[in-house]
């Protein structure tokens, strides 16, 4: 079992897929993939027989064919299939990032491009390379894992919703006022674990880490702290603004990626 926090602080409790596991998976994957590829590869060169190519044409075609279903086999069943493709499906095996959060197109990119050049066929000897690196990893990732910030787990259910903050209403103003961009990743990511967990830590912890992670937050933003209010309530409100605009920004995001999904 690994313990992960994902980047909305939802703590999850996931077992780590392991090599006997994944290496089944893969054989699956690699039957699905040469079924298909031969399918397309029959229906492309009756095409351009149709069409009296000669065999440089055919030889190119070829070589597209089966690179394209090496690598865009992942790569389009990982993003569609949220971390899944059909030989993780079978086994209960499932991509996430390496804080447990769900993965996009760009780490099943990243994972694809990776597998077909380093983890497994033009230079991973089969595979070879992608188990020499996950035997060296405690969470047992190949190098694809360790480009994209994956880990391969055992998730048969969805992974949960993520939780969201909620701001004071005496703070909403000031909040909304800020240019957020600045705020790297690590410290958004510290800031939700210590709002997770603040009913647990002693009122000692409650002071000096928010008054710390405050201070980090303001400096960031090059703007004042309010004065007057605990760590945990401008810590709230600049999380939960934080979210309410990544929220509000998803519908007009996703738009445009399903048109171009729909027109390749």
């Avoid at 004065?227 to 409100?237: F, I, K, T």
Wanted: with cysteine.
């Amino acid at each position: 079992m690994a313990e992960f926090t994902t980047g909305e602080a939802v703590a999850l409790e996931l077992p780590i897929a392991r090599i006997p596991t994944r290496a089944t998976a893969f054989i699956i994957d690699v039957v699905v993939q040469f079924m298909l590829g031969g399918v397309l590869l029959f229906a492309v060169a009756a095409a351009l027989a149709a069409a009296g190519a000669d065999s440089a044409w055919m030889d190119a075609a070829g070589l597209v064919t089966i690179v394209g279903m090496l690598v865009g086999y992942p790569v389009v069943c990982e993003t569609l299939m949220r971390g899944r493709t059909v030989g993780k499906l079978i086994l209960g095996l499932r991509v996430v990032r390496a804080d447990g959060g769900p993965i996009d197109f760009r780490h099943a990119l990243t994972r694809g491009l990776a597998g077909g050049i380093v983890d497994f066929w033009m230079l991973g000897g089969f595979g070879a390379i992608a188990v020499l690196t996950s035997m060296c990893s405690p969470n047992a990732r190949r190098i694809g894992d360790v480009l994209a910030g994956t880990v391969v787990v055992y998730a048969q259910t969805s992974l949960p919703r993520p939780a969201l903050a909620t701001a004071p209403p005496w703070l909403t103003g000031w909040a909304g006022q800020l240019e957020l961009s600045g705020i790297p990743e690590d410290l958004a990511l510290a800031v939700r674990q210590y709002l997770t967990r603040f009913r647990t830590l002693t009122p000692a912890v409650q002071a000096n880490l928010g008054q710390a992670l405050v201070i980090a937050l303001c400096q960031r933003l090059q703007v004042r702290p309010p004065v007057g209010y605990p760590p945990v309530q401008v810590l709230g409100a600049v999380i939960a603004e934080r979210q309410r605009r990544t929220l509000t920004a998803a519908p007009a995001a996703i738009a445009p990626f399903a048109m171009a999904a729909v027109r390749s």
